[in-house]
Nanobody, 125 residues
C-alpha cells in the first residue's frame, strides 16, 4: 500500500508560478513511478506528468509540456510539480499518483494504482 499526501495548492494569477509537492509513504521505492493528474470542474481526470527513477525520465501531456516540470527527491520520497506560466485552464484539483510498475510500462497506459486526495489549484485571469 502506498499513501500519498499532496500540498502546495492555492490561488495564483495567470502567468505566475506554483509548486505542488507530494509526499509518499508505505511501500514506496525509488523505482515507483509517480505522477500527477488533474480534474477541472465538469471534466474528466486528465494526465499531467509522470516521473521514473530519475527526474530525467519524465513524461508530460501536451497541454503542460514546456510550462510544467516534474521532479523527485528519492531521499524524501517526494515528488514536485513546478508550474510556470500558469493559465486559467490549469485550474483543477491536482492528484498525486503512484504505481509500482516501471516507468516505461506505466507511461504506455498512464494508469496508476494509488491516488492521493487532491489539492486545489485556481488560476485567476
Amino acid at each position: 500500500q502506498v499513501r500519498l499526501q499532496e500540498s502546495g495548492g492555492g490561488l495564483v494569477q495567470s502567468g505566475g508560478s506554483l509548486t505542488l509537492s507530494c509526499a509518499a509513504s508505505g511501500s514506496i521505492t525509488s523505482r515507483t513511478t509517480m505522477g500527477w493528474f488533474r480534474q477541472a470542474p465538469g471534466k474528466e481526470r486528465e494526465f499531467v506528468a509522470a516521473v521514473g527513477l530519475s527526474s530525467l525520465n519524465a513524461d508530460y501531456s501536451e497541454s503542460v509540456e514546456g510550462r510544467f516540470t516534474i521532479f523527485r527527491d528519492n531521499d524524501r520520497n517526494t515528488i514536485y510539480l513546478q508550474m510556470n506560466n500558469v493559465k486559467p485552464e490549469d485550474t483543477a484539483v491536482y492528484y498525486c499518483v503512484a504505481d509500482p510498475s516501471a516507468f516505461m510500462v506505466v507511461i504506455e497506459t498512464r494508469r496508476f494504482r494509488f491516488w492521493g486526495q487532491g489539492t486545489q489549484v485556481s488560476v485567476s485571469s
